[in-house]
């Protein structure tokens, strides 16, 4: 989130799109509903009719995965009405920047793209620059090779028109939509967007979100109480595990993973530290070696120095070009490349797509560490429906984990705050925290390492890793100390002394932090502020619901970022009724400011201090797949041909190949209804917890399958029935759930029927149904690798025998 | 000074924290359920389930409704089940004076099961179950323990919404009052569930006849023996009106 | 001085029924016309955060000798301000479960059933079979000749359950064996 749970009350306009809000973040309505009684109009664009839309005023129903088409119209819409607020699109995003004269658009392609290998050459899309290498502006806004004028040209063929047949949605709806959040583009009015997986899962994932953010950028909604672009983030700590890099692709503080091609530090620092010469720029990613070296110095301790690269060349590189998401993981598993797993807290042969090939793939493996409250569908695969143990050969160690309420440590919720819990009972059994288990297996193998040696045993000996794994003490490591006397920025410190923040970090060995961003969270020894239960506000946070006090939030507790943007170069904030930040002539009041320093009209920097141009991208030539979002049809598409190109999928979806992987036919007629899942209140992701929390189960006991009556009719199917749904891949049985909450959709003059079900119901649980991820393809974004489970093609047909489900 | 709900069904979203918190605070096992075609479940109020979220949905002119209805008992001012159960046994059924919570007591154990059945049917609204393994009458006692310590009843507690609110009846039908006036605005049709009688004012949106059958008042059926005066003597005012 | 709702209940030194009663205008005479007690009364209050979604409610246990008897939603948080949804009002029933696994258990290959172990064979016998598929499959130089210094047949999932620290320790430990294939929950 850019802004935080309670600043949803401040918006004029809520869309909540690529999200059932009320269903899967129940609390986040407590504030929608208050933005709703301060006159906020309340929009819920989704296929189907939820919880969400019931306490809506406008429910849109949408073709899924046609987000790309829906918002591109509205952009449209902005352009087209001068819905836009210039100040801040001219100030403070790249409309203004021009092209160079590689930069092309033609049906459906950007320039650089290579066809065989399914990449695009992202320099195409580089700025025009001047000698210095800073990108040329016009603020007129008038140059046909501007951003801004290039933006209207692409968007001009999201016509209402083409936009409703391709959506489903109706052309009254569209405008609807349009028009109530196009008029948060007043300065003293905000918007506010809310997305989760909706916006994620599919194969334009990133772009959905791209353009969702280049809209609230057009509109002036980013840093702006009421405003920004907020992702409902799942799993309980899925933004502090994803901030400390439980992920291939990143090192903790969203450092990039170092490629086999940076052989040095130096290397690896020089490809991964952006420079600019507009000196209007912050430019923060300067600072990325410091949190680099520290990084290393508090993974390698004092076995860290100048001289080893602090441990740098210890660390596993990875190939440039190669994926390793847990997509192709398992792939390689499928293709017998791996030999042993470590599986924590995840339950992949239940929630990952094409469940058949997952659970196959896992009977490849040698041996398998699980660390689990619950027996899963991944604890027990060497004993799954149709699978006979005596022919799976892998040994598996199932080590139990004790839940929340049995141990100390911090989460961060969706808004960023770093929260403190507290430990209130022991652990059931001889259950251990995760964090114990991990340290104790890393230590039995280092025992092993001490004592025979082995393969490149100097990381493993030298890695500073308590013997104890202690909460307390890892959260002073996470925030950083020094590691000598010395002195930072004009003050002087002692050895041991905790880090202040991260704008204290050194490149130079004399700071550690496990993950620089999180560093100001613990500044001094019994200070950890994620403990603060402290209510005090001024007034001007008070009315903006803003809690200074209490826990401690992301970075240096900035609760919305970007904030400097949501003031004028004046400093004082476009709505000057409820200002984040504004400058007081001396300095700033209210949030933690984006940045520091004066406002722009004094000499102040750009706000977006994240980006090398220090403006917020409306072009974005970073992603793989383009620079500006265009529709692409899902993977698995009831079209014959994508109406606003030649190109029918994401041209750069990089397709996994194997005997399991099998997609339908674009408009396949044995598989013509679009199918998406999703979760429910009353279950957790693949529900293994859930399930097992029989007050729970009680509440939602089985799978289900929610469709329209249309077509219900069409098929035979009465409500309560048991149906059998059947994609390419496997089939599923489901109770059939017969709706008014879902509609048929016209999409290019046809009917398209869509169908949806929950994907927390597995086996393990006797009778309530088995994984509906067994009808879902393997493929997905190809930025993220999110799957894409929100849309494929499958087939219903009531079931003739019941097999999975108790009755 | 009695207690009252005031139940904003325009604020509720489904969650069903109310019905898990009461299950919870009660210590409650769990209950077999089965998938129906409804995200209703359990399918209806039971001797472990003192509060139910109940779901109906419409195809309206303009949109869809999906409307959600948290049962419980209305804990009524003048309580039909009381006066049923005083004719057989004095102190089976209690109003607590200073809450106006009704409660059933253990002294609902020494009732037959067609007793039971006499008083539950004295109920306009549907809600005594009877509790076979323990033999015994059950509903929801307001929370009448958590009431003494000083606290909220626990799906009020719980309610992420503003839908549960609780408090002193004079207040309650203030913002009953208020609440009405504002969700007018949208729904025309919107309405307080029979205020006068009851310490669980329900505030819905549409025709209460679309929620759910006893949504509406039902007309209890007499008790055995009972003549239709005596029923009317003892009989609470919602009764009263019914049988006019 | 910070004074919330919750801290004002504990400054009076006393647990919530005595502050409760006065302060709801309840009747606080003995002869209560129905006796009640309150399960959760005198129990140790401890804050912990909801383990579903990023809400992240903060939710009171209830603890009285050991024992976990009551959770509710913490009304200083300013974010639920004490409410939870069905999940979260579930936390105690999530943690007093009788369907936990509470022992190692072990699966030989082959094995029809899982054999409860205890932690050290189940360590010792992790780390051996962790050292010997990395000191035969461990890569120092790719084919190009570059350092890379990473086992390619060992990944690691999960897990988005765990808290920052157990993250921070988590990452450290499997980047330290050179372990590199990491994912979890945040691609789903």
């Keep these: 989130m850019t802004n935080h749970w309670i600043d949803i009350k401040n918006s004029n306009a809520v869309l909540i799109m690529g999200s059932n809000a009320a269903e899967h973040h129940p609390i986040s309505f407590k504030w929608v509903l208050r933005a709703r009684d301060n006159g906020a109009k309340i929009i819920h664009v989704d296929p189907k009719f939820s919880r969400t839309s019931a306490r809506s005023d406008l429910h849109v129903p949408l073709r899924s995965g046609t987000d790309i088409a829906f918002l591109g119209g509205m952009m449209r819409y902005i352009l087209e009405k001068n819905l836009y607020q210039k100040q801040y699109v001219t100030e403070y995003t790249n409309a203004s920047f021009i092209l160079g004269k590689d930069y092309a658009f033609k049906d459906g392609l950007f320039s650089g793209y290579d066809a065989e290998k399914h990449i695009y050459d992202r320099k195409k899309w580089d700025f025009a620059r001047d000698d210095k290498g800073v990108s040329l502006r016009d603020k007129t806004l008038k140059n046909p090779r501007c951003v801004f004028q290039l933006l209207k040209k692409h968007y001009d063929r999201y016509t209402i028109d083409m936009v409703s047949k391709v959506t489903g949605v109706s052309k009254q709806h569209l405008a609807s939509v349009y028009e109530t959040f196009g008029a948060t583009g007043k300065p003293d009015k905000a918007g506010t967007m809310m997305y989760a997986l909706g916006w994620t899962q599919h194969t334009v994932g990133v772009q959905n979100i791209r353009l969702a953010c280049m809209i609230q950028l057009m509109l002036g909604n980013i840093g702006v109480a009421g405003g920004g672009i907020n992702a409902l983030r799942g799993e309980p700590n899925v933004q502090g595990s994803t901030d400390h890099a439980l992920l291939w692709h990143i090192l903790p503080g969203y450092l990039p993973a170092p490629l086999a091609t940076q052989t040095t530090l130096a290397e690896y620092n020089k490809a991964t530290t952006p420079k600019t010469n507009d000196p209007l720029s912050v430019n923060w990613w300067s600072n990325r070696p410091k949190y680099t070296v520290s990084l290393f110095k508090s993974w390698f301790g004092d076995a860290a120095s100048k001289d080893n690269d602090f441990g740098y060349s210890w660390t596993p590189k990875v190939e440039p070009g190669e994926e390793y998401a847990s997509m192709f993981m398992f792939d390689r598993l499928y293709k017998k490349q791996m030999k042993g797993a470590f599986i924590f807290g995840h339950n992949p042969a239940q929630s990952m797509p094409n469940s058949h090939k997952i659970r196959k793939s896992l009977e490849n493996l040698d041996w398998l560490v699980m660390g689990e409250v619950h027996l899963t569908e991944t604890t027990d695969f060497w004993r799954g429906p149709g699978v006979d143990p005596k022919k799976v050969n892998t040994e598996v160690f199932l080590l139990p984990c004790c839940h929340r309420g049995e141990k100390d440590g911090t989460t961060s919720n969706s808004g960023r705050w770093q929260m403190w819990h507290y430990k209130g009972i022991e652990p059931m059994g001889v259950s251990k925290s995760m964090g114990a288990i991990y340290t104790e297996i890393f230590h039995a193998v280092r025992d092993l390492y001490a004592k025979e040696g082995g393969a490149l045993p100097e990381p493993i000996l030298n890695l500073d890793l308590p013997k104890a794994y202690d909460a307390d003490k890892t959260a002073m490591k996470v925030n950083g100390w020094f590691t000598r006397d010395c002195e930072v920025n004009g003050k002087k410190f002692k050895k041991g002394d905790q880090v202040p923040s991260f704008a204290f970090l050194t490149d130079d060995g004399a700071t550690t932090s496990m993950c620089w961003v999180y560093s100001g969270g613990y500044p001094a020894v019994g200070k950890n502020l994620s403990q603060r239960r402290d209510h005090t506000q001024t007034p001007m946070q008070a009315k903006l619901g803003l809690f200074p006090n209490f826990s401690w939030c992301w970075p240096v507790n900035r609760r919305i970022i970007y904030n400097r943007a949501g003031v004028d170069v004046n400093g004082k904030a476009f709505n000057p009724e409820l200002p984040v930040i504004t400058w007081d002539g001396k300095g700033w009041v209210g949030d933690v400011p984006d940045g520091g320093g004066p406002p722009m009209a004094q000499g102040g920097k750009y706000p977006f201090i994240m980006h090398t141009e220090g403006l917020s991208q409306i072009f974005g030539p970073g992603r793989v797949d383009g620079p500006l979002p265009e529709h692409y049809e899902p993977a698995e598409t009831p079209l014959t041909k994508n109406p606003f190109s030649s190109q029918m999928n994401n041209p750069a979806i990089r397709w996994i190949a194997s005997d399991m992987d099998k997609f339908a036919k674009h408009g396949d007629p044995r598989y013509p209804i679009v199918l998406t899942t999703y979760s429910l209140t009353e279950h957790w992701c693949g529900g293994s917890d859930s399930r097992n929390t029989k007050v729970l189960l009680e509440a939602e006991p089985q799978l289900y399958v929610e469709m329209s009556h249309e077509l219900a009719k069409e098929k035979g199917i009465k409500n309560g029935d048991v149906v059998e749904i059947e994609s390419i891949r496997g089939k599923v049985q489901a109770v059939a759930m017969v709706t008014v909450r879902i509609v048929p959709f016209k999409v290019m003059g046809k009917i398209v029927h869509l169908v949806g079900m929950p994907f927390a119901f597995g086996w393990t649980t006797p009778g309530v149904g088995d994984s509906t991820n067994r009808l879902t393809p393997t493929v997905g974004d190809p930025n993220s690798y999110i799957p894409e489970y929100k849309a494929s093609l499958v087939n219903v047909r009531k079931a003739v025998k019941v097999t999975e489900l108790e009755r | ?244 | 001085m910070n004074i919330s709702r919750r801290g004002f209940i504990k400054l009076l030194g006393a647990g919530t029924a005595c502050f409760g009663l006065s302060q709801m205008g309840l009747n606080v005479k003995p002869a209560q016309a129905y006796a009640t007690s309150l399960k959760t009364a005198g129990a140790k209050e401890v804050v912990s955060i909801c383990p579903y979604c990023s809400c992240g409610c903060n939710i009171i246990m209830y603890v009285r000798e050991g024992k976990f008897i009551s959770s509710e939603g913490d009304p200083d948080y300013p974010v639920s301000e004490g409410s939870l949804c069905a999940k979260g009002a579930a936390f105690r029933a999530l943690h007093v479960n009788e369907h936990r696994v509470t022992k190692p258990l072990y699966r030989a290959p082959g094995a029809t059933e899982w054999v409860e172990k205890d932690w050290d064979f189940m360590l010792s016998t992790i780390a051996r079979r962790m050292k010997t598929t990395r000191d035969r499959d461990f890569k120092t130089k790719n084919d190009k000749g570059q350092v890379v210094n990473r086992l390619d047949t060992v990944f690691n999932l999960g897990s988005a359950l765990m808290d920052n620290e157990e993250c921070a320790v988590t990452v450290q430990a499997l980047r330290g064996m050179g372990v590199y294939q990491i994912d979890h929950q945040a691609r789903i």
Aim: net charge positive; proline share 7%.
């Design chain 2, 1 to 244: 000074m009695p207690k009252t709900f005031l139940i904003d069904t325009s604020r509720c979203t489904a969650c069903r924290g109310c019905q898990i918190a009461c299950k919870e605070w009660k210590g409650f096992p769990a209950v077999h359920t089965k998938q129906t075609g409804t995200h209703q479940n359990p399918p209806d109020l039971g001797p472990y389930n003192y509060k139910l979220v109940r779901f109906q949905e419409y195809k309206m002119k303009t949109r869809v409704e999906w409307l959600f209805f948290p049962e419980q008992c209305r804990h009524c001012l003048e309580p039909g089940c009381k006066a049923g159960a005083d004719a057989i046994l004095e102190g089976a059924i209690i109003r607590d004076p200073t809450t106006g919570a009704i409660i059933f007591t253990e002294l609902t154990k020494k009732l037959t099961e067609q007793q039971a059945k006499d008083v539950q049917a004295m109920c306009p609204y549907n809600i005594p179950r009877w509790d076979k393994k323990e033999g015994k009458l059950t509903k929801c006692d307001m929370c009448i323990d958590r009431l003494q310590a000083g606290m909220v009843p626990a799906c009020v507690k719980t309610c992420c919404t503003g839908c549960m609110n609780f408090g002193e009846r004079d207040a309650m039908l203030k913002l009953a009052q208020e609440r009405l006036a504002t969700v007018k605005k949208n729904h025309p049709k919107a309405m307080l569930l029979d205020p006068e009688d009851v310490s669980v004012i329900y505030l819905v949106t549409e025709d209460r006849k679309l929620y759910y059958e006893f949504a509406e008042a039902r007309t209890p059926a007499p008790m055995p023996g009972m003549t239709r005066q005596e029923l009317l003597a003892k009989a609470a005012a919602p009764l009263g009106r019914l049988l006019g």
